[in-house]
């Protein structure tokens, strides 16, 4: 009696021992971001969503769990030359996500390493078919392209591109000059232009007041006080005051009459500010311009 009830003993704990052997490698917990799928002796049989599931253990079933979260991948620095011949490094980054877990696993041995090969050819064909100005100025649309190519290629393995983004682009050092001295130039030739343009602007606003200014003569008289005015705000010990010859004239004549006289020299007299120098007459001769 005592040998069966051992024996029984033995059996129900090799059957809880098998049973819990199967239960630990049947149940399975599934990640509210992954999906399992399930593979039935080889045989494609279920994905699973999230939450715990049961496969039937000793290698009956097999089941994988697949990411389904944006992933991001940076493809390696790659040598590209552009259409105008200028070597560059490029490095660039792709984002994807699974949207088919089963193409991902079925169709597809390692979607994460062949996105990247195929990332890395695109890149350097696409680039190669852009020139440097392209390169540096329309990056918006390269990526966009970019994107595009790389999305068709991996639909059919269930991965979905969603952004390529070129992160870096290295340019030789002589290019690098190059490029310096050109933006050099071109601020050169900008400075250039804006001055000119105000010295053209200005020599309008001189010309239209020397226009108000000869219908006006008085203006003129208050132009030189206005002068004398910013010229004493300076406080400079030297101050230049015009004054027209006209006033000068007849103490001139006096002069000139006064050495007539005397039968000295006469002193020159001006008659008009805008001829020539007068030279008054000596011993009743004829004066001499």
Excluded: C
């Amino acid at each position: 009696m005592s040998g069966a009830v051992v024996g029984i003993l033995v059996v129900v704990i090799v059957v809880a021992f098998l049973a819990l052997i199967a239960f630990a490698t049947g149940f399975r917990v599934i990640n509210e971001y992954e999906r399992g799928v399930v593979l039935r002796l080889g045989r494609l049989i279920d994905v699973k969503g999230p939450g715990p599931r049961l496969i039937i253990p000793f290698g009956f079933d097999r089941m994988v769990k697949v990411d389904m979260r944006t992933m991001v991948h940076e493809v390696p620095p790659q040598d590209v030359i552009t259409s105008d011949n200028v070597t560059v490094r490029v490095t660039a980054v792709v984002f994807f996500r699974v949207v088919d877990a089963r193409d991902s696993y079925v169709k597809v041995r390692d979607y994460m390493g062949t996105i990247s090969k195929t990332a890395q050819t695109t890149l350097r064909s696409t680039l190669g078919q852009a020139t440097l100005d392209e390169l540096l100025s329309r990056r918006d649309k390269i990526n966009a392209e970019l994107q595009t190519i790389i999305d068709e290629q991996t639909e059919p393995w269930g991965v979905k591109v969603t952004a390529v983004e070129v992160k870096d682009v290295d340019l030789p050092q002589s290019m690098q000059r190059a490029m310096a001295l050109q933006a050099e130039a071109e601020r050169e030739k900008r400075a250039k232009i804006i001055r000119a343009e105000g010295e053209f602007q200005a020599s309008q606003t001189l010309a239209n007041a020397a226009q108000v200014i000869g219908t006006q003569p008085a203006t003129l008289q208050l132009r030189y006080l206005q002068t004398l005015s910013e010229i004493g705000s300076d406080q400079n010990s030297v101050v230049v005051f015009p004054m027209p010859l006209d006033m000068f004239e007849p103490l001139l004549r006096i002069k000139q009459s006064q050495a007539a006289k005397n039968g000295h020299q006469a002193v020159p007299a001006v008659a008009d500010p805008a001829d020539a120098t007068v030279v008054a007459p000596v011993n009743g001769a004829e004066p001499k311009t």
